[in-house]
T-cell receptor
Framework: GIQVEQSPPDLILQEGANSTLRCNFS?????LQWFHQNPWGQLINLFY???GTKQNGRLSATTVATERYSLLYISSSQTTDSGVYFC??????????FGGGTRLMVKP | EPEVTQTPSHQVTQMGQEVILRCVPI?????FYWYRQILGQKVEFLVS????????KSEIFDDQFSVERPDGSNFTLKIRSTKLEDSAMYFC??????????????FGSGTQLSVL
């Protein structure tokens, strides 16, 4: 089956710092999405990005499908960015396979 | 902004009991899903549902599980005889895959199921 690996597993940042989260996947991508799980457990969809680059405020994401990875950039991090960031991928059908997540803590 | 709603937010049950978790997907969406997340672990796919039938299911979704869309708005997950290892956060999700340029998955806030 599809393997999705995320790095780093844990990340601590000082408020204002920038960071890059990585998602590697084992198979060709049809659907790649990034999610933020906040401390209350809610999963918020950040990006649908099977290829190319998208930006939304301080967040941007890039997927290089030919090299089977995606990156999530967080600039000028804020304490509200804390939580777990998941990427999920599929190559066909509806089933997203999720990575293990990157647990981010932004300190004031 | 439209959202997926789930009820209840927390459910405590005794082992062997039946539970029904309820979801109201976003109204114009066509695809519905259940995922679960055991505490501290990754989110796992259970089942997808389209056109009133299951389109895909994982190995986790065994005979103890069933899904139903009893009317035009609700989407339910039933666990017939709960086991301790069913304790998890259960997420409902929906998507409008008719929009092939943006097949985002939208999740509800989850139901935390605790089996005692």
């Amino acid at each position: 089956g599809i393997q999705v690996e995320q790095s780093p597993p844990d990340l601590i940042l000082q408020e204002g710092a920038n960071s890059t989260l990585r998602c590697n996947f084992s198979d060709s991508v049809n659907n790649l999405q990034w999610f933020h799980q906040n401390p209350w457990g809610q999963l918020i969809n950040l990006f649908y990005i099977p290829s190319g680059t998208k930006q939304n405020g301080r967040l941007s994401a890039t997927t290089v499908a030919t090299e089977r990875y995606s990156l999530l950039y967080i600039s000028s991090s804020q304490t509200t960015d804390s939580g777990v960031y998941f990427c999920g991928q599929n190559n066909a059908g509806n089933m997203l396979t999720f990575g293990g997540g990157t647990r981010l803590m932004v300190k004031p | 902004e439209p959202e997926v709603t789930q009820t209840p937010s927390h459910q405590v049950t005794q082992m062997g009991q039946e539970v029904i978790l309820r979801c109201v997907p976003i109204s114009n969406h066509l695809y519905f899903y259940w995922y679960r997340q055991i505490l501290g672990q990754k989110v796992e796919f259970l089942v997808s549902f389209y056109n009133n039938e299951i389109s895909e299911k994982s190995e986790i979704f065994d005979d103890q599980f069933s899904v139903e869309r009893p009317d035009g708005s609700n989407f339910t997950l039933k666990i017939r005889s709960t086991k301790l290892e069913d304790s998890a956060m259960y997420f409902c999700a929906s998507s409008d895959e008719a929009d092939t340029t943006n097949e985002k998955l939208f999740f509800g806030s989850g139901t935390q199921l605790s089996v005692l």
